[in-house]
């Protein structure tokens, strides 16, 4: 009986399946047991096919059992090393050294590309082990340091290299690619709205949360999306965070180091959102971690699903859990919310009245319960543009994104270098305690929280909140302390001049 190794995948993590086959008399059939999933179970066909064009064929009662049996087995990865486990059965190739193999096979023996490779190259890498992959998914793998990885473009070229008859080549370890690609939309492309630049700026210089609140057609979406051209830069173990959530739903790399952007349409369920389903995938909050989750028409999202959101907005991470079991995924994103400030959306408009009553009003506001409002840092009014501004020239007296972001990487590295010994990497992830103490808030800041907590009914997260920004603030104008014009404009930010920012000081307290 042989054993080869395979692997299956658990969340973000790649877990070691042992493939062992035996092969008996009577008539032909193939039994996989160990709880594989319809994926692993049509396998057999697939094998079966494959090893015919490499001249080995199957008979008599075939049993193929995947080790550990109580952890569920899912995909089509498994391809690979059950053709190698089977070939070995049948004495087409010698022992097998000690490695990983995965893949899902085509019926010709070609090897097509699988999702998890980049976990399955930690996982290769922990456990000293060389790693076979299809050849489309050596580019992800290069990017590992420290594994050893072959590219496998079919089961003879495979069979070829375990025989000694050819070499396969290693795959050789590559930079993480730099695609600096143009801003679209660049900030000096939005007219007006110098508020809101101000408070995108803040909130990406920080990581900090934001709400936009504006009439239709003032600009909230393009706000948003031009805020992904003033983010810096993803780290190298950022990088590898968000690579290791795109193998694990097979999406190529294509972005290089641009922190992900994600827009989710109100129609989006919990799943999709969350994660979920019968894999257990990640959802869209994991696949905009380092990035940034703007979610439109916040309010039009059902409530439990805007509920949901509040641990991973607290935490960085949320757990799914199932009756088959529990992961846990990333989800450290700055969340951009936008919304209108009434059902018509003319509320505070100085040129369209609103056709609301007040019980409309009161009955939109309270579609966001004040814990979700407590979790976003910054509140921001985007006003209708005047005849002036729409018609002026696009760019004149603005900045661009470019200008934007150099401010915004200085202020991350500021940051990067006062939170990295502590396992932090920006202002928005600092607990409470240990924000307080870094701070050294004098006297006249101290009397200036405290008429501001009494005035405005701030909660405690409230508060810290609003701390966090205030040194964010502080960080881009490149001030070692926070002063009170700093916390002013955190104030500011938080409690705006709203509905609904008035529904967070309301809730809030």
Not at 151 to 175: I, K, Q, Y
Request: net charge neutral; charged share 25%; proline share 7%.
């Amino acid at each position: 009986m042989s054993t080869i190794l395979g692997l299956t995948l658990r969340g973000t993590r790649a877990l070691c399946v042992e493939v062992e086959a035996e092969v008996t008399g009577g008539l032909f059939a193939i039994t996989i047991v160990g709880l594989p999933d319809a994926s692993v179970r049509e396998a057999r066909e697939r094998v079966r096919a494959a090893l015919r064009t490499v001249e080995i064929p199957l008979r008599g009662r075939v049993t193929v059992n995947l080790a550990p049996a109580d952890i569920p087995k899912e995909g089509a990865l498994l391809d690979l090393p059950l053709a190698v486990a089977l070939a070995c059965r049948t004495g087409a190739i010698d022992e097998v050294p000690p490695a990983l193999f995965m893949g899902e096979l085509a019926l010709d023996g070609r090897l097509r590309r699988v999702r998890g490779a980049v976990p399955a190259a930690l996982l290769a890498r922990t456990m000293g082990l060389p790693l076979f992959v299809p050849l489309e998914n050596v580019p992800e793998v290069a990017l590992v340091e420290g594994v050893v990885a072959y590219g496998v473009p079919d089961l003879p070229a495979l069979f070829a290299h375990l025989r000694g008859e050819a070499e396969l080549s290693p795959v050789a370890s590559c930079e993480i690619p730099e695609h600096e690609a143009e801003p679209d939309p660049d900030m000096a492309d939005v007219k007006g709205q110098f508020q809101a630049k101000r408070g995108l700026e803040i909130a990406a210089a920080g990581h900090h949360n934001i709400f936009l609140v504006g009439s239709p057609g003032s600009g909230k979406t393009m706000l948003a999306r031009a805020l992904r051209g003033i983010l810096p830069p993803l780290s190298k173990e950022d990088f590898m965070e968000v690579l290791l959530v795109r193998s694990t739903l097979g999406v190529a790399v294509e972005d290089g180091r641009r922190p992900p952007y994600r827009a989710v349409h109100h129609t989006a369920t919990l799943p999709a959102i969350c994660g979920g389903g019968s894999g257990l995938r990640p959802g869209e909050i994991s696949r905009a971690h380092r990035g940034v989750l703007f979610l439109d028409e916040f309010p039009e999202f059902p409530r439990d699903l805007v509920e949901a959101l509040r641990q991973p907005l607290e935490d960085g991470e949320i757990v799914v859990s199932r009756a088959s079991g529990s992961v846990t995924y990333p989800s450290r994103v700055l969340l951009v919310a936008a919304a209108n400030p009434c059902p018509c959306g003319n509320d505070g408009d100085p040129s369209e009245p609103c056709r609301c009553s007040a019980s409309e009003r009161e009955r939109y506001a309270r579609r966001l319960s004040g814990p979700i409002l407590d979790r976003i840092d910054l509140y921001v009014s985007v006003p209708r543009l005047t005849p002036e501004e729409l018609v002026a020239v696009e760019g004149h007296g603005a900045e661009s994104s470019a200008d934007i972001r150099r401010r915004v990487t200085a202020a991350r590295e500021r940051q990067r270098e006062r939170w990295t010994p502590l396992g932090f990497g920006c202002n928005a992830e600092v607990p409470e305690k240990l924000l307080r103490k870094e701070l050294r808030l004098g006297g006249a800041e101290r009397r200036f929280l405290e008429d501001a907590a009494r005035r405005c009914r701030l909660s405690g997260r409230g508060l810290a909140r609003i701390l966090r920004v205030a040194r964010t603030v502080a960080d881009l104008e490149g001030a070692d302390a926070v002063g009170t014009t700093h916390l002013a404009e955190a104030l500011a930010y938080r409690q705006g001049g709203n509905a609904w920012t008035t529904g967070s000081r309301r809730f809030s307290s």
